[in-house]
């Protein structure tokens, strides 16, 4: 179980749920302002809740003369019409003046991302100036701090739903539709995001990670990313060899040996590693999956122990996960894939 | 006085003027003073009596199948809450066992499901079914047999749905079932079918009941039970069915569409061939929201009773109460996307739904009001209902603070599907449902059982849980602002939500304990009775107080007031000594006085059915249809909804028959009509109540169409030619005039026998008529090239004719009933309901024909 193999000091869960609760700790502008109208809320059903049961002790054990004022139309027409009239229709517009800040149009520099829900993981695509496909990745999603970006919410299959708590509130991803949600983080750091719409199975061991870094950090992420392999080898123009070969194929060795395996075990029918033959679009790109934090969609942290764990008996970490358990597979045989893939960055 | 309508009907209501030139001076004959005649009570005891043994499965007496109805309700809420405690055992810590993921996936389908649909909705339609009739004094409802139709296909339906998960097969989608997760590519078993199936018959018996009680409130009351007087639980339940007979119809649609989806590949919900998935959850929430008041507003009509008797006085700001009740079923038709906010809604659209949702709470803060108003008003009298009745007003005000939280547009984008949103709907429905509920069963026990439950194990039932509620519900608030999604079978260690989880979980426990008590309590005092019952325990003020038996009050008294037992104390004797109305039975035969809907003026005298085993045989095979049809086994599917209607129509059979006497005295002297036909009689507001539920179904149907083109028009195809259009409409406009024809002939023969055979034959033309339109309409699409699994339009324009052909078959059906009857020579004048039912119904189907079709095939046009 996850249990056993998680590991508490893990740093990926450091900035995960728990304390302060995200919802009201907010680390971009789009959560931000849902953030003072969130204390304002709960300090309006502190006090509301507290005039009622004020009102209440009145009515039943408080003086004659105060329950007399309190027992007729009067104070229906005060209590129950005025009062709420009054509160409501300022937090109406305030709550309709949040909403228009909130859907404002995209700032002209944003950066855009494409994220496709699945069952039960989610795609990413990062998108340049002219919406093609710069990178393929999955289950996590990098930003640099200060910059708007707009996230493309699509699904494949049935409805799902993008959540960052720390960064803005949800939308939801559905069949044939496109919905953009824009976030934006302030400060560098790992948030938590899951899939907040039931989607059936194991729905609750969706998750993912929104890592935010510094402008210059973002790009040595991204080129480090782009360095480790040409960029959608399949778009590449036909004959053209490409610039820069996979790290992996110089290495030799276990690798080689993992390579082989994963390719012979029918990994590749289902998963894509950029510029081999694996090319199958069901489950989540591999091509830089040894740079991830999280395998099993946000649920286990990246290292080979959990990533052997993963490969050999992932039903028994997500029950009902697309992915097989290749449990007839050795030990050495799933450590050779481990290793192959933990050179994917 | 006044000429405009607004005033007249304001000076009825107030009793200055007559709604139906019924006399008003003839109320002053009452209470009558001369002695009654010996034996007529017996004599009423006689035809009121029910058979005993197994003969019990053919009553229909309210006062039975309303116990039974409550019954089961209450059973069903234990289900539930088991299931509930299933789920907070296995998340009382991360990554536990206890239920394996599928199973808790069902798990919590059911248990909302079954909350929603099996307990809250069927219990408080049980309450009203139990308690109306006496509450306004009439002697029955109008339809009892109906009533033991909707029974008992919900209580066979509920429980084969829910044996579905004893076999593993209960549906996993979530209660309100998403599609594309419920289509058959994501969910090819038939655990959805099944989920539809239970919802199926809840539509059933829903539809009937509030059938039932609009005809039930408008026109069994009292006489001088004008609406200003009447009981605010009635004004509640007036309200809910109403609400019903708008809200459901949309649920009916979707749940149609959704199995023929699946059945039949048709893409209503599919983007690829022109559906939306959003359609669906428009359609679900259109009836969804409006079903959470359906299922308050009564409960709140029961704490508006009951806040009056605790506080010994009357309810202040009745009329705004009853103003309340209005606007929240008003309000709530206009907020069912803010269940969609972080679907990508323009902002607009979510600008005008968090307003109506703000909106809606006003008439919530006046009730709330009204009751804290009468509290002040009067003085408290401490017991165990007014404890649940004080603590459930805390606690619907806790809950509806944070609906005002949701329904504020960016706080939603944030709370909206985690733990968040379950501690809300649990603190609205407890507070405002479950609450009020078990302070009405302690308030009301005394109607149905020789005992009071005991006050001391009442008071520890509430505290119980009061302090459970609040253990298991306060911390998923927090819960969910930590990121703890509803739905998940399970959460990972580390993140913060373990403690939670597990103070949540005892506070579930010590909820149960609570119920545990309360079982406790009715098994020690509770023993069912409909004639020496306990009686009037806390004092209260309103009809239902009077001394019963089986045939209700021993004559119907004249309401003055809002309070009739406080305002004349000796009005107990003189309606158990027959000194009212229909002191006896005027017709040998069980009856009832209807009364106008706005004054309640005497207008004629209903005869009721008796007993019979065809109701209660007609829903096992209503339900052996669907749960056939669910398991694919389509042969003996077909046999049952034969028998089914067989059973139905044998059931109808030996009502509406001739009398020997027309008039009957109601005592004074005043002489009423039997039974009649036309706008007064209780038939056709029943049949106008169930002609608006398909109307809407229609309607929807028809949003459905223009909104798929909405969203995708490219998959659209041009319709059928014009003139076939013109030819269509030329046919239903001649069904209609057949039918008019033969109301025609009806009217103009006020003799006792129809000569020949004209009325029903022109009935038949009719029907005939509707065969042929349909079939050139069906047809004429076909010849198109309009496929119903090729694109949303095909689907949505063949979903459309595929109602009208299931509508045509009962009017057909109908047609070919009358028909016999009429060979019988049991069409009689001038009280043929029969006739004047099935012809009004074969007119509906003309003029639902002819809106399907100018519709679909004028817009979009070509």
Redesign the interface.
Request: charged share 10%.
């Given at each position: 179980?996850?249990?056993t193999m998680?590991n508490?000091a893990s740093d990926i869960?450091d900035a995960?749920?728990?304390?302060p609760?995200?919802?009201?700790d907010p680390a971009g502008p789009y959560?931000d302002?849902?953030v003072v109208?969130?204390w304002a809320?709960?300090g309006?059903?502190v006090v509301?809740?507290g005039i009622?049961?004020a009102?209440?002790y009145?009515?039943?054990k408080?003086p004659e003369r105060?329950?007399?004022?309190?027992?007729?139309?009067k104070?229906?027409w005060i209590?129950?019409?005025a009062?709420?009239?009054v509160v409501?229709?300022g937090?109406?517009v305030?709550?309709?003046t949040?909403?228009?800040s909130?859907?404002e149009p995209v700032p002209e520099d944003a950066m855009r991302v494409r994220v496709t829900g699945y069952?039960w993981w989610f795609g990413v695509e990062y998108l340049d100036e002219d919406g093609d496909v710069v990178m393929r990745d999955a289950n996590e999603l990098h930003v640099p701090v200060g910059r708007p970006v707009v996230v493309e919410?699509f699904s494949e299959?049935?409805?799902h739903?993008f959540?960052v708590?720390n960064l803005?509130?949800?939308?939801?991803m559905?069949?044939?539709?496109t919905?953009?949600l824009v976030i934006q983080a302030d400060s560098p750091g790992r948030y938590?995001g899951?899939?907040?719409?039931?989607?059936?199975?194991?729905?609750?061991?969706m998750g993912f990670v929104a890592v935010a870094h510094e402008p210059a950090d973002w790009n040595a992420w991204l080129a480090g990313r782009r360095t480790a392999r040409p960029v959608a080898a399949d778009q590449d123009v036909p004959g053209e060899v490409p610039a820069i070969l996979p790290a992996v194929e110089q290495t030799g060795g276990t690798n080689l040996a993992g390579r082989q395996l994963f390719m012979d075990s029918g990994c590749a029918a289902c998963h894509r590693v950029e510029g081999t033959e694996a090319n199958g679009l069901v489950g989540p790109d591999l091509s830089h999956v040894g740079s991830r934090l999280t395998l099993g969609a946000g649920?286990l942290p990246n290292n080979r122990g959990t990533m052997i764990g993963w490969i050999g008996n992932s039903q028994a970490i997500k029950?009902?996960n697309r992915m097989p358990s290749y449990d007839m597979l050795s030990a050495e045989e799933l450590e050779a894939i481990a290793i192959w893939l933990e050179q994917q960055r | 006085m006044s000429s405009r309508p607004l005033d007249k009907t304001r000076d009825a209501m107030e009793g200055r003027t007559s709604e139906t030139g019924f006399d008003h001076e003839l109320y002053r004959l009452f209470p009558t003073h001369r002695p009654r005649p010996e034996g007529e009570v017996e004599e009423l005891e006689r035809i009121w009596d029910n058979p005993k043994g197994w003969g019990l499965l053919t009553v229909v007496n309210n006062n039975y199948i309303g116990f039974f109805y409550v019954a089961t309700a209450f059973l069903f809420f234990l289900l539930a809450g088991i299931l509930a405690l299933g789920m907070r055992v296995q998340l009382a810590a991360?990554?536990q066992d206890f239920l394996?993921?599928?199973t808790y996936?069902q798990f919590f389908t059911m248990h909302g499901t079954v909350m929603m649909f099996l307990f809250a909705v069927p219990m408080v339609e049980a309450i009203g079914i139990m308690l109306l009739p006496q509450m306004l004094a009439a002697r029955d409802l109008p339809f009892p047999r109906l009533s033991a139709y909707a029974f008992w296909a919900y209580f066979v339906g509920g429980l084969c749905f829910f044996a579905s998960i004893f076999v593993g097969l209960a549906p996993?989608?979530?209660w309100f079932m998403?599609p594309?997760?419920t289509s058959i590519a994501?969910?090819p078993e038939i655990n959805t079918d099944f989920w539809l199936l239970g919802i199926g018959f809840i539509e059933i018996s829903a539809i009937a009941g509030a059938i039932e009680i609009i005809v039930g409130v408008l026109r069994t009351r009292a006489p001088g039970m004008t609406l200003d007087r009447m009981p605010m639980f009635a004004w509640a339940m007036l309200v809910f069915a109403v609400m019903i007979v708008i809200a459901f119809p949309s649920v009916i649609l979707g749940t149609l569409l959704l199995e023929l989806e699946r059945a039949f590949n048709w893409p209503f919900f599919d983007?690829?061939r022109g559906g939306?998935?959003?359609l669906w959850q428009h359609l679900f929430w259109f009836f969804g929201h409006p079903e959470v008041y359906i299922i308050f507003l009564p409960a709140a009509g029961l704490m508006s009773m009951m806040v009056a008797t605790i506080a010994r006085t009357e309810l202040?700001?009745y009329r705004?109460n009853v103003l309340a009740l209005v606007a929240t079923g008003f309000i709530s038709f206009g907020v069912w996307a803010h269940h969609m906010f972080?679907?990508?809604m323009p902002?607009v659209s979510?600008?005008y739904f968090?307003?109506a949702s703000?909106?809606v709470?006003?008439p919530a803060?006046?009730?709330?009001?009204?009751w804290?108003?009468?509290?002040?008003?009067?003085k408290?009298r401490w017991s165990t209902p007014a404890l649940f009745v004080?603590g459930s007003?805390?606690i619907f005000?806790?809950g509806g603070?944070?609906g005002?939280?949701v329904?504020?547009?960016?706080?939603?984008?944030?709370?909206?599907?985690?733990y968040f949103i379950v501690a809300h709907l649990h603190y609205v429905l407890l507070g405002g449902m479950v609450f009020p509920m078990f302070a009405a069963f302690y308030y009301w026990v005394g109607m149905t059982s020789t005992n009071a439950l005991s006050e001391r194990l009442g008071k520890w039932v509430f505290w119980l849980m009061f302090t459970g509620l609040h253990v298991t519900f306060l911390p998923m608030h927090?819960t969910?602002?930590?990121?703890?999604?509803?739905?998940?079978?399970?959460?990972?260690?580390?993140?913060?939500?373990d403690l939670l989880n597990l103070i949540s979980t005892i506070g579930a426990f010590i909820i149960a304990a609570g119920v545990v008590v309360f079982l406790v309590d009715l098994a020690r005092s509770f023993r069912f009775t409909t004639s020496d019952d306990a009686g009037n325990i806390y004092g209260g003020g309103t009809l239902e107080w009077l001394p019963t038996g089986m045939y209700s009050t021993r004559s119907i008294p004249l309401v003055k007031s809002r309070e009739p037992l406080w305002d004349d104390p000796n009005i107990c004797d003189d309606v158990a000594a027959g000194r009212y109305f229909l002191p006896n039975s005027a017709t040998g035969l069980r009856e009832t006085i209807i009364t106008s809907p706005i004054n309640a003026e005497p207008q004629y005298l209903q005869l009721m059915p008796g007993p019979s085993p065809w109701p209660v045989s007609a829903a096992v095979f209503t339900a052996a249809f669907f749960l056939a049809l669910t398991v694919q086994a389509y042969a003996f599917s077909a046999f049952s909804g034969v028998v089914a209607v067989g059973c139905v129509l044998r059931w109808l059979w030996e009502t509406d028959r001739p009398i020997k006497q027309d008039t009957a005295d109601i005592g004074g002297g005043i002489v009423v009509p039997i039974a009649i036909t036309g706008p007064s009689s209780h038939g056709w507001w029943a049949l106008n109540t169930l002609i608006v539920v398909m109307g809407m179904i229609v309607f929807m149907g028809i949003f459905s169409y223009l909104y798929l083109y909405g969203i995708n028009p490219s998959f659209w195809i041009a319709p059928p030619p014009l003139l076939q259009t013109g030819g269509i409409a030329a046919l239903l406009l001649l069904a209609l005039g057949s039918v008019w024809l033969s109301r025609r002939i009806l009217a103009s023969k006020p003799e006792k026998t129809f000569p020949g055979q004209g009325p029903w034959l022109m009935g038949a033309i009719g029907a005939a008529l509707l065969c042929a339109a349909i079939w050139w309409d069906w047809t004429g699409w076909t010849a198109a090239g309009l496929e119903p699994d090729a694109s949303g339009q095909g689907a949505t324009v063949f979903a459309l004719l595929s109602f009208q052909t299931c509508v045509v078959a009962v009017a057909v059906i109908m047609a070919l009933y009358l028909g016999y009857r009429s060979g019988k020579g049991l069409l009689v004048a001038p009280a043929s309901v029969t006739l004047d039912v099935v012809v009004r119904f074969i007119g509906y189907a003309a003029l639902q024909g002819l809106a399907i079709a100018l519709v679909v095939r004028l817009f979009p046009g070509a």
């Open positions: 179980m996850v249990s998680s508490p869960f995960w749920w728990g304390w609760p995200p919802v009201l959560a302002s849902v109208l969130a809320l709960i309006m059903g509301v809740t009622v049961v009102a209440l009145v009515a039943i408080g105060w329950r007399a004022r309190l027992g007729g139309e104070a229906v209590g129950g019409i009062f709420p009239g409501l229709t937090l109406l305030w709550g309709l949040l909403t228009a909130l859907t069952m919410l299959d049935v409805i739903s959540w708590p803005s509130g949800k939308e939801d559905i069949p044939g539709r919905n953009e938590g899951v899939c907040a719409e039931y989607c059936g199975g194991p729905h609750a061991l649920i029950p009902g | 991360p990554l394996p993921q599928e996936n996993d989608g979530g998403y594309p997760l994501y969910s983007p690829t939306d998935p959003l202040v700001g705004l972080a679907t990508g902002r979510t600008g968090s307003a703000m909106a709470s006003l803060g006046i009730q709330v009001f009204c804290i108003a009468t509290l002040a008003a009067g408290i004080v007003i805390v005000v806790m603070l944070t005002v939280m329904g504020m547009v960016p706080f939603d984008w944030q709370a909206h599907d985690t927090l969910g602002f930590m990121g703890m999604p509803r739905r998940v079978y399970t959460y990972l260690p580390d993140r913060g939500l």
